[in-house]
Nanobody, 114 residues
Framework: QVQLVESGGGLVQAGGSLRLSCAAS????????MGWFRQALGKQREFVAE???????KYSDSVKGRFTISRDNTRKTVYLQMNSLKPEDTAVYYC????????WGQGTQVTVSS
């Protein structure tokens, strides 16, 4: 059974930092690209960042320079370091594993107060 469990969300003031984690089980972690998406209230889910099996990264323009995605294949965990947070970063953040198919976590709430 595949499980992706996100953690690290919470309430932070604008300008602050959070580090999200997503622990995977039931998949060959190193064979999967790992990504972070987010969904704000009343909006569609949007891409935030991705890291490929080889470690290449990609970011949305809205988070580039502020967020950093990384992975630890030994721990089967992907991270999202979020710095200089803004109120518009408030959303539920989801982890995704993708290879031949995609798997999603349940999400973790990030709230940035102004």
């Amino acid at each position: 059974q595949v499980q992706l469990v996100e953690s690290g969300g919470g309430l932070v003031q604008a300008g602050g930092s959070l580090r999200l984690s997503c622990a995977a089980s039931g998949i060959i972690f190193s064979d999967n690209a790992m990504g972070w998406f987010r969904q704000a209230l009343g909006k569609q889910r949007e891409f935030v960042a991705e890291i490929t099996r080889g470690g290449n990264t990609k970011y949305s323009d809205s988070v580039k320079g502020r967020f950093t995605i990384s992975r630890d294949n030994t721990r089967k965990t992907v991270y999202l370091q979020m710095n200089s947070l803004k109120p518009e970063d408030t959303a539920v953040y989801y982890c995704r594993a993708s290879n031949y198919r995609a798997y999603w976590g349940q999400g973790t709430q990030v709230t940035v107060s102004s």
